[in-house]
């Protein structure tokens, strides 16, 4: 109960100030019109020419990741007003207000993320594996949301100000975003990058996504391994989190 209380509370906050909504948003909206209709014309021969449908899973893994980072912004404005504090010293569950502020930023990613699924069919992408396919989108996309959340929580409490959450924050987004398969086909990519590109677990949960939007059959053992990998995440940026949190109250 107290966990809802908290997301309520979160919630609460997110549509009375909606300016918080669209400023995670509009940057991926900008890419998924504005880039994927520009780059298409030279990326003709990916996805069978359809290009918004190939970068439309980076672009939901974006739009998770800038809530999540949004969501660790909070405590900053929380602290600033001193209800955060308040939190602390409730007799409330630290594992419920970490829970809390994480599902808050997994609610909002997988709101933002049906938004753009819904835009993306006025653009001709279809969901080739059908409903259990969005499903399951749907699992992946909660997964990367949650993973992201508790990692940027974490985060948020280790720094002295906003100021500084948001250029690291950015750092880490953009960096997670370009060594990816976001915008590029692996088989365009060698080398150092492709390492590297391999080795970032969104890379895996991008590809994933791809293959359930564009393909008609769904890869269950490649599909189970990703989610089994992200599971580990999220219990580990969860954890991560509540070590933070009770720093904050041993302070």
Not at 136 to 160: D, E, K, Q, R
Not at 171 to 181: A, D, N, Q, W
Not at 204 to 231: E, K, M, P, T, Y
Request: charged share 10%; with cysteine; proline share 3%.
């Amino acid at each position: 109960m107290d966990t809802i209380n908290i997301l309520w509370r979160n919630m609460k906050w997110r549509f009375q100030n909606p300016i918080s909504i669209l400023l995670t948003i509009i940057q991926p909206l900008i890419w998924l019109a504005l880039y994927s209709a520009m780059a298409g014309q030279s990326m003709r021969n990916v996805s069978g020419g359809n290009y918004t449908a190939f970068i439309l899973p980076g672009i939901m893994v974006l739009v998770a990741m800038a809530c999540c980072s949004s969501g660790g912004y909070l405590n900053f404005i929380m602290k600033t007003k001193g209800s955060f504090y308040r939190i602390l010293i409730a007799p409330v569950k630290r594992s419920s207000i970490v829970l809390g502020q994480l599902l808050e930023a997994v609610l909002l990613s997988l709101i933002e993320a049906g938004i753009l699924l819904v835009l993306s069919m006025t653009m001709s992408v279809r969901i080739a594996s059908g409903f259990a396919g969005l499903l399951l989108i749907l699992l992946l996309v909660f997964l990367a949301a949650f993973f992201m959340s508790g990692l940027s929580y974490a985060i948020s409490l280790c720094l002295p100000n906003e100021a500084i959450y948001e250029t690291i924050m950015n750092l880490i987004v953009l960096s997670i975003f370009f060594t990816s398969t976001a915008l590029f086909p692996m088989d365009g990519i060698s080398g150092g990058l492709k390492i590297a590109v391999m080795i970032n677990p969104f890379t895996h949960i991008i590809n994933s996504l791809r293959s359930l939007i564009l393909g008609s059959s769904v890869d269950w053992q490649n599909l189970l391994l990703v989610a089994a990998l992200f599971i580990c995440l999220c219990l580990g940026s969860f954890a991560l989190a509540m070590w933070r949190i009770k720093k904050e109250t041993d302070n």
